[in-house]
C-alpha cells in the first residue's frame, strides 16, 4: 500500500470511528484559558460546524486546546486534530507534538530524560533555554496518570481503536522525528495494548 494510501486509510479510521462525536452541549468544553487559545475562535467554529470541518490552521494554530480541554471537549478536538495532523503533518508539527503529550501517559523516567535533551540542546544552543528548565514539569505532576484517565475516559473502544491506528501510522512514517515522547512512548506505554486501549483500564 503506498502511503498516500495508508494516511487516506488512517483518516478514513478517524472519521469512521468519531463519526457520532459532536461539540458538548452542557459540559463545559474548556477547563482552563491561555493566552495561547482563542477559545472564543475555536467554540465559534465547533458550534458552526461538525468537528470533520474544522479549519485545520484554526487547529494549528491553537494546538494547545487539547491540553486545556476537558474530557469532552477532548473527545470532540482530538479526532479534527488527528486528521490535521495527518494531512497537514509539516505545516502542523507542534500539534502533532502536543497530540502525543495528551495520549502518553507519563512514566517516572520522563523527568530525566527531558533533562538529558534540555542538556543537549544547550550543547548546541547554549544560553537558548535560558533559566527555565521544563524537567521538573515531570517530577512536579504527581497527577498525571489520573488526568490521562480522565482524559481518555469518554473515548469509546472504537475511537480508542482508532488512535491506536493513528499513533502506529505515525510511528511507522514519522517515529526518527521524535527522539523521545513520540507515538512509540504512547504505544508501548497504553495504546499498543488493544484490550486496555479498547477501554479497558490499565
Known amino acids: 500500500m503506498s502511503l498516500e494510501n ?9 472519521g469512521a470511528a468519531f463519526a457520532g462525536r459532536s461539540l458538548p452541549k452542557k459540559d463545559p468544553v474548556f477547563a482552563s484559558g491561555s493566552p495561547e487559545l482563542d477559545s472564543d475562535h475555536l467554540l465559534a467554529l465547533a458550534r ?5 470541518d474544522l479549519p485545520w490552521t484554526s487547529l494549528c494554530a491553537n494546538s494547545i486546546a487539547l491540553a486545556l480541554a476537558t474530557p469532552a471537549g477532548f473527545a470532540y478536538f482530538l479526532p479534527a486534530c488527528m486528521t490535521a495532523s495527518l494531512k497537514h ?4 508539527g507542534s500539534l502533532t507534538s502536543m497530540i502525543l503529550t495528551c495520549l502518553t501517559p507519563d512514566d517516572e523516567g520522563d523527568s530525566e530524560t527531558m533533562a538529558e535533551l534540555e542538556r ?25 496518570r489520573e488526568e490521562f484517565e480522565e482524559r481518555i475516559a ?3 473502544g472504537e475511537e480508542k481503536a482508532a488512535v491506536r491506528v493513528y499513533l502506529k501510522y505515525l510511528d511507522e512514517v514519522h517515529g ?12 508501548e506505554r497504553f495504546w499498543a495494548d488493544a484490550e486496555r486501549g479498547d477501554g479497558q483500564r490499565p
Open 176 to 187: 526518527d522525528d521524535f527522539p523521545a515522547f513520540g507515538p512509540r512512548e504512547a504505544l
Open 154 to 156: 469518554p473515548l469509546t
Open 6 to 14: 495508508r494516511l487516506e486509510t488512517t483518516a478514513a479510521a478517524i
Open 48 to 52: 458552526q460546524h461538525g468537528w470533520r
Open 120 to 144: 543537549d540542546f544547550e550543547s548546541l544552543e547554549p544560553g537558548f533555554l535560558g533559566e527555565g528548565s521544563s524537567s521538573g514539569i515531570f517530577a512536579e505532576s504527581e497527577g498525571m
Open 89 to 92: 503533518y509539516a505545516q502542523c
